[in-house]
């Protein structure tokens, strides 16, 4: 495991993102690679893309894992050579559900971290996806937003990958950029 001690790539950000099957993972993620929405992107396996990202001039290498909402946890944990940089948890506002689950996973991340010892605070950001469907809305903003403050280290954003591209594409460069901040503080 990746801890404190050893210095990280500050250009090479690594993301997971996790969540509920259904609360558009994917779509985010597709929408950022390619600025297109794609309905229905249904893969059924852990894929991790590689992409070249400008952030405010300066190129980094940015990996993207679409995680498996069923992965087990320490499972999960265990088996990586190094650890993420950062973790996009994503709800849909649509749907209940799909937030308590991301709620519990944030604490279950954290926790497991916890007892892996790692004092590596790897950030998180809590995303309601979804944001277009505001007359089906189950989750309020301000919900999702007080649910990231009972986290360390966690920010908060709505998103719509089905509506728009550049909030998407603000969202990931802003993961992107917390990452790196920290890495470059915890390298120290
Ligand atoms: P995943 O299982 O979390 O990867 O979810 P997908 O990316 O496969 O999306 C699940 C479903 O939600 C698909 O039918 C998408 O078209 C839809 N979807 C994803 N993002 C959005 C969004 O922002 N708004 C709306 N209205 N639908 C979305
Ligand atoms: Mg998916």
């Known amino acids: 495991m990746r801890g404190t001690q050893q210095i990280s790539d500050p250009r090479f950000i690594k993301l997971v993102i996790w969540g509920a099957k259904g609360v558009g993972k994917s779509a985010l993620i597709v929408r950022f690679l390619t600025r297109r929405f794609i309905g229905e992107y249904l893969s059924g396996r852990e894929i991790t893309y590689q992409h070249e990202v400008n952030l405010s001039g300066e ?49 279950d991340v954290r ?42 280290a966690c920010s908060f954003a709505e998103a719509s990958a089905a509506e728009s591209f550049p909030e998407t594409e603000e969202l990931f460069k802003g993961v992107f950029r917390l990452a790196k901040t920290n890495n470059i503080l915890t390298a120290r």
């Not at 559900?97 to 709620?103: G, K, L």
């Not at 309601?128 to 189950?138: A, F, I, P, Q, T």
């Open 111 to 152: 926790r497991c971290y916890n007892e892996l010892q790692d004092e590596k605070v790897i950030p998180f950001v809590l995303v309601g996806n979804k944001s277009d469907l505001d007359h089906l809305r189950e989750v309020s903003y301000v919900e999702g937003a007080e649910a990231s403050e009972t986290v360390t």
């Open 59 to 107: 190129w980094i290498t940015a990996e993207i894992c679409d995680a498996l909402p069923c992965t087990s946890l320490h499972k999960h944990l265990s088996t990586m050579t190094s650890h993420p940089d950062a973790y996009v948890i994503v709800y849909s506002v649509s749907e209940r559900e799909s937030f308590e689950y991301a709620c519990s996973l944030m604490r």
